[in-house]
């Protein structure tokens, strides 16, 4: 694990990465989905993608990752940008894995993996919205005290920085930013993940020019056991734009 230091808009960042495979020619840096880290990233793919080396990174506010400012999406791909220049990154390929995915996709790689991305607004269970309804009728009269009760299960733990990052972050309608995406997209999504739902796979397939679907077995974490089926993908993507 290494770290280096990056200055954006008048904040310091201490991001955390790890590299594999450093002699490879050619890069995929690999981004993590809100709540989780590298770790989780590189437990999944380290032996995938031979032919490419890996950079797996803690986004700010995350794992080893120093965050002490409330952020966007588009900030936290901005950062990226920076820290990507300092490790020579080539810009070949990109895997985000839900919100990691709508980061990697503001980064314009020349291959996009969205692995069960978010970014396409699933409506909200009866429940949720019910609660959310609740919180507002009683915030004049002091329903802060209770905010454990009624903040989303991703946001129970963060701190107050992290947790207006969320808020952010969480309802972002990314139509047009998969729109303006202009490389190759690979679409990776599974058949019974509830959290991005595979009918939102179809939905960014039709808003990007040169994009496909691949349907897996699983949830949301789908790629810990389909690892080698998201490395031949990866692989096919990649023959299919050399030829």
């Not at 690999?30 to 590298?38: A, F, P, R, Y």
């Not at 080893?64 to 940008?81: F, G, P």
């Not at 701190?159 to 202009?182: G, I, L």
Request: with cysteine.
């Amino acid at each position: 694990m290494a770290q280096k230091r990056i200055e954006y808009a008048g904040n310091t960042f201490d991001i955390s990465y790890t590299i594999d495979n450093p002699t490879a020619k050619r890069d995929i840096a690999i981004l993590h989905g809100w709540g989780s880290n590298k770790e989780l990233m590189r437990g999944a793919f380290q032996k995938c993608f031979a032919t490419l080396r890996h950079l797996y990174i803690d986004l700010p506010g995350f794992g080893a990752s120093s965050n002490s400012v409330v952020l966007t999406t588009q900030e936290y791909a901005t950062i990226l940008k920076i820290f990507l220049k300092t490790v020579h990154f080539s810009g070949d390929v990109v895997l985000g894995h839900s919100f990691g995915g709508k980061v990697a996709t503001l980064l314009q790689p020349k291959l996009l993996v969205l692995v069960a991305s978010s970014g396409i607004l699933v409506p909200k269970p009866l429940r949720v919205r019910m609660k959310i309804a609740l919180f507002k009728a009683l915030k004049p009269v002091g329903a802060a005290r209770w905010r454990s009760f009624f903040v989303a299960e991703d946001a129970t733990t963060l701190s107050p920085v992290m947790y207006e990052t969320f808020k952010n972050v969480v309802n972002e309608d990314f139509r047009e930013s998969f729109a303006a995406f202009q490389g190759e997209a690979l679409l990776c999504f599974a058949k019974d993940d509830t959290a991005t739902p595979l009918y939102t796979a179809y939905e960014i397939e039709r808003l990007m020019t040169k994009a496909r679907v691949v349907v897996f077995e699983g949830d949301h974490y789908f790629f810990l056991n389909e690892n080698l089926h998201v490395n031949s993908e990866v692989t096919r993507s990649l023959q299919m734009m050399e030829s």
